[in-house]
């Protein structure tokens, strides 16, 4: 079942959505050749409790830490460690905070020190699949659009869309209906409707889309060892389009 939003609900998950894109602008200038990915999942951690919010990954399914941090071949929820990120890699933070009852969710990859060619292509381009997935967001338009929209994208520029992970309806919940794949036919699958609340995350691989789970049971990689990128936004269906709840008015991303 999909859960329809509420006004009142919406009010309520911009917070949360807020909260979560904050904390991408808030550890930006921390991420720095040298600094361990725990380090970054402690000061996340830290500042989502400030704001009397709780990470919702900690604990989640297991998941044993705040933030999902994903370097280089590393498609997603990479756990945070010891490992030191250097010059020339590319991190995807996901951050997703739970306040007064609901969920937001938002991830972006960033460079460590300045960008290399291949990476800010790839990363460029993972911008911009994501930018038109939500374009076509609207009540009336279809699930499929979005994946559409996303592949056309993506393959026309070379790259591979992962397919064993999506998007996702958001709110009470987590992860709840519908899942939002990053592929498919324009008109297909559910009809979108006014105050659904959803994630888009596509992940794009330089290589092949085939990806394997590392034995810690949650670290999916590239199979081929090629670089990986995501962005992720909570959208809100309008009548005529979308809300970017994951978006700070006046930023870029
Ligand atoms: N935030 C991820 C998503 O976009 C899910 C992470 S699940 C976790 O859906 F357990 F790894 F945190
Ligand atoms: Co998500
Ligand atoms: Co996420």
Same mark, same amino acid.
């Given at each position: 079942?999909?859960?329809?939003?509420?006004?009142?609900?919406?009010?309520?998950m911009?917070?949360?959505?807020?909260?979560?894109?904050?904390?991408?602008?808030?550890?930006?200038?921390?991420?720095?050749?040298?600094?361990?990915?725990?380090?970054?999942?402690?000061?996340?951690?830290? %500042?989502?409790?400030?704001?009397?919010?709780i990470?919702?990954?900690?604990?989640?399914?297991?998941?044993?830490?705040?933030?999902?941090?994903?370097?280089?071949?590393?498609?997603?929820?990479?756990?945070?460690?010891?490992?030191k990120?250097?010059? /020339?890699?590319?991190?995807?933070?996901?951050?997703?905070?739970?306040?007064?009852?609901f969920?937001?969710?938002?991830?972006?990859? %960033?460079?460590?020190?300045?960008?290399?060619?291949?990476?800010?292509?790839?990363?460029?381009?993972?911008?911009?699949?994501?930018?038109? /997935?939500?374009? @076509? @967001?609207?009540?009336?338009?279809h699930?499929?659009?979005?994946?559409?929209?996303?592949?056309?994208?993506?393959?026309?520029? /070379?790259?591979?869309i @992962?397919?064993? %992970?999506?998007?996702?309806?958001?709110?009470?919940?987590?992860?709840?209906?519908?899942?939002?794949?990053?592929?498919g036919?324009?008109?297909?699958? @559910?009809?979108?409707?006014?105050?659904?609340?959803?994630?888009?995350?596509?992940?794009?691989?330089?290589?092949?889309?085939?990806?394997?789970?590392?034995?810690?049971?949650?670290?999916?990689?590239?199979?081929? /060892?090629?670089?990986?990128?995501?962005?992720?936004?909570?959208?809100l269906?309008?009548?005529?389009?979308?809300?970017?709840?994951?978006?700070i008015?006046?930023?870029? %991303?």
């Amino acid at each position: 079942m999909i859960h329809i939003k509420t006004d009142d609900e919406v009010e309520i998950m911009r917070k949360s959505c807020q909260l979560a894109a904050s904390v991408l602008l808030m550890i930006e200038p921390h991420i720095k050749a040298g600094v361990t990915t725990n380090y970054l999942n402690d000061i996340c951690h830290e %500042f989502i409790l400030s704001k009397d919010a709780i990470p919702s990954p900690l604990n989640y399914k297991g998941f044993p830490k705040s933030i999902c941090t994903s370097v280089n071949d590393e498609i997603c929820h990479g756990i945070p460690s010891d490992r030191k990120i250097r010059n /020339g890699d590319i991190v995807n933070l996901d951050i997703t905070c739970y306040l007064n009852g609901f969920h937001g969710d938002t991830n972006k990859t %960033f460079f460590v020190g300045s960008p290399r060619k291949k990476p800010a292509k790839l990363v460029s381009a993972c911008g911009q699949a994501i930018r038109k /997935g939500i374009s @076509v @967001v609207k009540a009336g338009a279809h699930l499929g659009d979005i994946g559409a929209s996303i592949q056309e994208y993506v393959e026309a520029q /070379g790259y591979s869309i @992962v397919r064993e %992970f999506c998007g996702h309806g958001i709110g009470r919940n987590f992860h709840e209906e519908p899942q939002v794949l990053h592929y498919g036919t324009y008109g297909q699958g @559910v009809e979108l409707k006014k105050n659904m609340v959803f994630t888009i995350e596509p992940m794009i691989n330089e290589g092949k889309p085939d990806l394997r789970i590392l034995s810690d049971n949650w670290t999916a990689v590239t199979m081929d /060892g090629s670089l990986s990128a995501q962005f992720e936004h909570t959208i809100l269906v309008t009548e005529d389009g979308y809300e970017v709840m994951t978006e700070i008015e006046g930023t870029s %991303f």
